[in-house]
Every structure is written in C-alpha cells, then in structure tokens.
C-alpha cells in the first residue's frame, strides 16, 4: 500500500511538474517583452468629400428697358376756311328711320374739294338720326336718306361758304356757327370736324349734336332752349357752343331713360 501511495505521490509530482514546464513554454517569460498582439491595421483614411461647388449663377441679362412709348397726341383735321362753294350730292339712300311722325326725305351735300366723302358723311348723318336717344326713336318724325327728292338738304360746308349761305336768311354765323335755311341746315366744317370748346366729347359725338338741333328746327322746334339746372343735361336745343350756364354738355333730346331733355325757352 506504501508503494503504491509513493508512487502515485511520484507520478502526480513528475506531471505537475510537467505541466509547469509546458505551461512555461507557452507563457511568456517573466520581464520579457510582452508578446506584441497582432497588429490592428490603421484605418485607411477616408477622404471627405467636399461638397461640389455650387455652380454659379449666371449673370442675368441685363433688362433693356424700351422706351414706353408716348401716346401721339392726335392732331386736329385741317379745315380749310374757304372752298369752291359747290357741292357734291352724297350717291346714297337708305330705308325709313322711325315708325311714326311724319316722315321727311333729305339728301346730303359737302363742298367739293374737301377730304370728305359724301357718301360716307350721310351714312353718318344716317345713323345719327337712327340713335335710341334720338328724334325718330321717340316717334318725332320718320327720315329717310334720299339722293333726289328731297324735303330738306344738310349741307356741309367751310366756314366762309356757311357764312355766305346763312347770310341769305340773315344771320351771321362768324366763321363758326351752323344754321337753318329755308330749304334745309348748313354745318360749318370746322364744328364738324373739330367739335366745339364747350363741348366735352369727341367730334364724333359732338356731330350727333350737330344734327339733333338743326333737324329739331326742321321737325317743327324754332325756339332755343336755355339750361334746365346746375348740373343737369343740356337740352339738343340748346345753343351749347354759346355757353352751358351751369349744364353738361349733352348731344341727344332724350336722356337714357327715354325722358326728354327741355330747358327755359330763351329764344
């Protein structure tokens, strides 16, 4: 039993023993270098990435201002003061205005020499008297555009030839006013084309005022009419070149609703 204790004390001696030295073998020795550890590769450097530029802006194109361009002032028509004191017969006739009253044929004449059509002149006066605020609209006589025939005559005529003929029925015009005679009206080229310094429309308008009142003479309305009010529409009766004594100046007999426009008379 010894023996075999002796020899089992030998044998466990003799491995642990072995085992120090095996165990010395792998371990490092004492204050010897540290076994390195494995080398950790260095990272690899990322670059950064810069941002990319930004592209520059192209410089705008300058704005070239054009110049606004500045309303040509019309230029008043040419009139004229004297003509031939002849005149060319407008070669035109329409259908009857209006659908009660009596009914009145006129024919249409300009001076000749002028830069006015005849034919286009009385489809104007046409027109005029074929206005929803006008004489035939309002059952004050029917009209009817003629070349031959004719109850009455619009002339249009230059300032010195309306003078002569208006003189005939005693009347002096001045270079500047229209008038009646006894067989039809004479306008003056100059209101025709020009309208008149009282007047706050255009020509054009101020034509309708033109044929309103000479042809209310030749329906039967002799007297003139003065301002109904301060403020209120001259009547088409009225001589508005004159002065509009407080009214505004106004081209039609009636106003938009149909009412007739009247005044004081004054002469």
Not at 48 to 68: E, W
Not at 238 to 263: H, V, W
């Amino acid at each position: 039993m010894g023996v075999s204790l002796g020899a089992g004390v030998a044998l466990a001696h003799f491995q642990s023993e072995a085992e120090l030295r095996d165990s010395a073998a792998k371990a490092p020795a004492s204050g010897g270098p540290a076994a390195s550890a494995p080398a950790t590769a260095a990272p690899t450097p990322t670059r950064t990435a810069s941002p990319p530029p930004k592209p520059k802006a192209k410089p705008k194109p300058k704005r070239t201002v054009k110049p606004t361009p500045t309303a040509t002032a019309k230029r008043p028509a040419t009139v004229p003061q004297s003509g031939r004191g002849t005149f060319t017969t407008a070669s035109a006739s329409g259908s009857v205005t209006g659908e009660s009253g009596t009914l009145r044929r006129y024919r249409v004449q300009v001076e000749e020499g002028l830069d006015l059509s005849a034919r286009e002149t009385a489809e104007e006066i046409e027109a005029i008297l074929a206005h929803p605020r006008s004489w035939a609209a309002h059952g004050r006589g029917r009209f009817q555009l003629v070349e031959s025939n004719a109850d009455f005559v619009i002339r249009i005529a230059t300032p010195d030839t309306a003078d002569a003929l208006c003189a005939r029925q005693g009347l002096n015009t001045h270079g500047e006013l229209n008038c009646e005679t006894t067989d039809g009206v004479v306008v003056n080229l100059k209101r025709w084309m020009l309208g008149s310094p009282t007047f706050a429309g255009p020509p054009e308008e101020y034509r309708h005022l033109i044929i309103n009142h000479e042809v209310g003479h030749e329906i039967g309305i002799r007297q003139h009419m003065g301002c109904g009010g301060p403020g209120k529409l001259a009547p088409a009766m009225m001589q508005q070149i004159k002065g509009l004594n407080g009214c505004r100046s106004n081209a039609f007999p009636y106003d938009e609703d149909g009412l007739y426009i009247t005044g004081p008379i004054v002469s």
